[in-house]
């Protein structure tokens, strides 16, 4: 299995709800990363796990909150979003932190 | 500045035509990747270099580090080809810094 796998593939949600995006990886990779992207810039990077414990957090907002309760999983949760956060959220994963990073699919999601 | 820069921003072409994208860094790095991505959003790793040349099919990347540039080559390309191109830099083992990323169109 030699790939990155997210869900949902598309989320709408208020600004009062309560989501998780989630990302998987089998390829027995030790670092996993969640990136944002907005519309025609290159991604940014949010939060980096490394042997599953969190290693770079990009001074993201609190109401952003990620867990990584194993070395394949990964989630992000979200609570209390602004319309500003809809944006494309990728995850990524690496065999380290020094190594070639493989990107999921994305979710994309919209604040209403 | 940004300290990933790409050249061109955008670039259409047509079907056949050989392809060069280029980006600039200023900062030492660990390694060089090369990213595609399509409309949709999915991004596809294609190299990562610390030095010399990669190819992959009708892909080549080149870096010069002295120059602190590298090279991503297309020969003979295809419509598939359109997408988006990012160069990203990692210094040691630190977050990648993205360039703006090269828009490529190709037409039949």
């Known amino acids: 299995d030699t790939e990155v796998t997210q869900t949902p593939k598309h989320l709408v949600m208020g600004m009062t709800n309560k989501k998780s995006l989630k990302c998987e990886q089998h390829?027995?990779?030790?670092?996993m990363y969640w990136y944002k992207q907005k519309a025609k810039k290159p991604p940014e990077l949010m939060f980096v796990?490394?042997?599953?414990?969190?290693?770079i957090n990009e001074s993201v907002p609190s109401r952003f909150s990620p867990e990584c309760p194993n070395s394949s999983l990964l989630n992000l949760h979200l609570h209390a979003l602004q319309p500003e956060d809809s944006a494309l959220y990728l995850c990524a994963s690496s065999r380290s932190m020094f190594d070639e990073q493989f990107f999921g699919p994305g979710t994309r999601l919209t604040v209403l | 500045k940004n300290e990933v820069e790409q050249s061109p921003q955008n670039l259409t072409a047509q079907e056949g035509e050989f392809i060069t994208i280029n980006c600039s860094y200023s900062?030492?790095?660990?390694?060089l990747h090369w990213l595609q991505q399509h409309p949709g959003g999915g991004i596809v790793s294609l190299f990562m270099?610390?030095?010399g040349k990669k190819k992959h099919g009708r892909l080549i990347a080149t870096i010069n580090i002295q120059e602190k540039h590298s090279s991503l080559h297309i020969t003979a390309s295809h419509p598939r080809d359109s997408a988006v191109y990012i160069c990203?830099?990692?210094?040691?083992?630190?977050?990648?810094?993205f360039g703006q990323g090269t828009r490529l169109t190709i037409n039949p």
């Open positions: 900062v030492g790095i660990s390694a």
């Open positions: 270099l610390s030095s």
């Open positions: 990203a830099v990692r210094k040691g083992a630190q977050k990648l810094v």
């Open positions: 796990y490394s042997y599953e414990k969190l290693s």
């Open positions: 390829m027995g990779h030790r670092a």
